[in-house]
């Protein structure tokens, strides 16, 4: 059964930094993507980060050049470090891993950024 486990979220001023984790309880080769999403009330979930199977990294245009998404195979676990963070990115991030047209849910973790 595939579990996505996140962590790292917080309460950070704008201009900060924080990183996300998402463990995946199976190797996440397995997936053919592996991303991170956020979520605000009242709006639909967006696209942050993603990363394919190949290593072929994609970007939302309001986060280019700020968050980085990697993975470590070895801890099955993929991350999103977010740097320069803004108050607009306050949101529920979540962790999501799709294989073919499955997709996979973490719990989310919140993130507020705020002075």
């Known amino acids: 059964q595939v579990q996505l486990v996140e962590s790292g979220g917080g309460l950070v001023q704008p201009g900060g930094s924080l990183s996300l984790s998402c463990a995946s309880s199976v190797n996440i080769f397995e997936f053919n993507t592996m991303g991170w999403y956020r979520q605000t009330p009242g709006k639909q979930r967006e696209l942050v980060a993603d990363i394919n199977v190949g290593g072929t990294r994609n970007y939302a245009d309001s986060v280019k050049g700020r968050f980085t998404i990697s993975r470590d195979s070895a801890k099955n676990t993929v991350y999103l470090q977010m740097n320069s963070l803004k108050p607009e990115d306050t949101a529920v991030y979540y962790c999501?891993?799709?294989?073919?047209?499955?997709?996979?849910w973490g719990q989310g973790t919140q993130v507020t950024v705020s002075s």
């Open positions: 999501s891993a799709r294989i073919m047209s499955r997709a996979y």
